[in-house]
């Protein structure tokens, strides 16, 4: 079976070596695993919530598209797109927006830090804060729902975002699946061997902190970057160490081992600094250089880029749009030609269908009765501390199916049903053996009926 990856690449600045090592090489890297069914996506919706700058945006997106194809993306193997080329992606957003908890994204550490931050000042504690900033994790839910994602590779601070997704997905899978799992529950990765880099100040190379290396400037302004990386005050001739040199982890993210090491021993032996910037100038340029031309190709022919992401989002739709339509429908969105039908001579002998039934017990037990659709009581269950252990249950006999119900004749006139080796309900005593069996099937029917819808 093949596992789907997504992730998303919010777009507002222009990506830098940090963004190329930590994020973009992996990824594409990843997509190339004959096992991975990979979607990656601009996450433009997103960018607005963080940015009110028209120019800025559009900028983002054509520098962050040209940059994954010139890094060797492959849009026959994944599917590449622009989260706003989706409509069904905000449709999706509404109908999660219902089922989230307001009181799950109070908790989202984005929306807390800038509460926290407004009381720190004295605001009010929503100031500047919009809806979008507030909804953020509903969105990001709807991208990764969508495409019912198992693997969502992200950085730390979005970890919390992957988990608001699977709570939400599940809330609505239980609120409407009967019994169907319509979201894949993801999970978020994170991918402990990739490279953080560090900047040229040797904190982390962040845009926040003014301290990274253009991924596709020219040579010449990578060369100017190389040249601003800070070093020790040690003259050429006297040993330097490797370990302590965050141009060294810079030169060993992107060298083989036999580099790396050949580069060690020269740092040890005294190598200039000056010497090692420009191996480090060498390496990146050799690396970088030809995608950068097919960067610089790719952002003079932006129509073609905007026919490649078309392209992306028509793959993308193939798979929403059929998606939502079930989705709606399970929400009771539906068209009211399927109305007629139903309720026209065909199914008129009982609008209802078979049902669980659960209600509480006198001393705080829970059961459910398991009535077919007109009404005849098939089953009774024994009592469940937990009402969600038998809403579960219920769920789970209609998702494995009329054929793998474990029922058992007693030797009365009377059945039971049995899962895991654990006796959860029985049926009411009946006349005569026959009479049970034939009970018995009706159960069977039932239990399909319901599989079906
Ligand atoms: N919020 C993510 C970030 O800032 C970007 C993103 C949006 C995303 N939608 C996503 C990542 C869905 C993974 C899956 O990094």
């Not at 709570?167 to 991918?191: S, W, Y």
Request: proline share 5%; glycine share 8%.
């Amino acid at each position: 079976m093949t596992t789907r990856i997504l992730t998303g690449i919010t777009t507002t600045g222009t990506p830098h070596l940090g963004n190329y090592a930590g994020a973009i090489r992996p990824a594409i890297l990843a997509s190339r695993d004959p096992q991975a069914d990979s979607f990656y996506f601009l996450a433009d919706y997103h960018a607005l919530i963080k940015c009110d700058d028209p120019q800025r945006i559009q900028r983002s997106r054509l520098e962050i598209a040209a940059t994954w194809l010139a890094c060797g993306l492959d849009t026959d193997r994944v599917t590449f797109y622009r989260q706003s080329d989706i409509p069904e992606i905000p449709e999706l957003t509404w109908l999660l927006t219902c089922v989230a908890g307001k009181g799950l994204l109070n908790r989202a550490h984005a929306y807390k830090a800038a509460v926290d931050k407004n009381l720190e000042s004295g605001e009010d504690p929503d100031a500047g804060v919009t809806m979008g900033l507030f909804s953020y994790p509903v969105l990001m839910a709807a991208d990764i729902l969508m495409f019912n994602a198992h693997k969502v590779p992200v950085g730390r601070d979005q970890i919390q975002h992957v988990e608001m997704a699977r709570d939400i997905g599940q809330r609505f899978n239980h609120l409407f699946g009967k019994g169907k799992e319509f979201f894949t529950l993801p999970e978020a990765v994170i991918e402990e061997s990739v490279a953080t880099l560090p900047g040229l100040d040797g904190r982390k190379m962040s845009k926040s902190y003014d301290n990274t290396i253009p991924l596709f400037g020219s040579a010449k302004q990578l060369k100017e970057a190389i040249a601003r990386i800070v070093t020790d005050s040690r003259a050429p001739g006297e040993p330097k160490d490797p370990d302590s040199a965050h141009l060294f982890t810079l030169y060993q993210a992107f060298a083989t081992p036999e580099q790396t090491a050949g580069f060690r021993q020269e740092l040890l032996d005294g190598l200039a600094w000056g010497e090692a910037k420009q191996r480090l100038f060498q390496l990146l340029d050799g690396e970088l250089g030809e995608a950068r031309e097919r960067y610089h190709a790719l952002i003079e022919k932006p129509s073609d880029l905007e026919d490649i992401l078309l392209a992306g989002a028509a793959k993308a739709r193939k798979i929403a749009s059929p998606f939502l339509n079930e989705l709606r429908e399970a929400v009771g969105l539906r068209s009211f030609r399927s109305d007629v039908q139903a309720s026209g001579p065909a199914k008129k002998k009982s609008g209802k269908s078979a049902r669980f039934v659960s209600f509480r017990e006198q001393d705080g037990t829970f059961r459910f009765r398991f009535l077919a659709a007109d009404g005849e009581e098939l089953l009774l269950s024994r009592p469940f501390a937990d009402p969600k252990a038998a809403g579960a249950i219920s769920q789970q006999l209609v998702a494995q199916g009329a054929d793998a119900l474990e029922l058992r004749a007693d030797e009365g006139d009377q059945f039971t049903l049995w899962m895991d080796g654990q006796c959860l309900a029985d049926s009411p005593a009946y006349a005569d053996p026959d009479a049970r069996d034939a009970a018995m099937l009706r159960l069977r029917d039932a239990i399909a009926g319901l599989a079906e819808q």
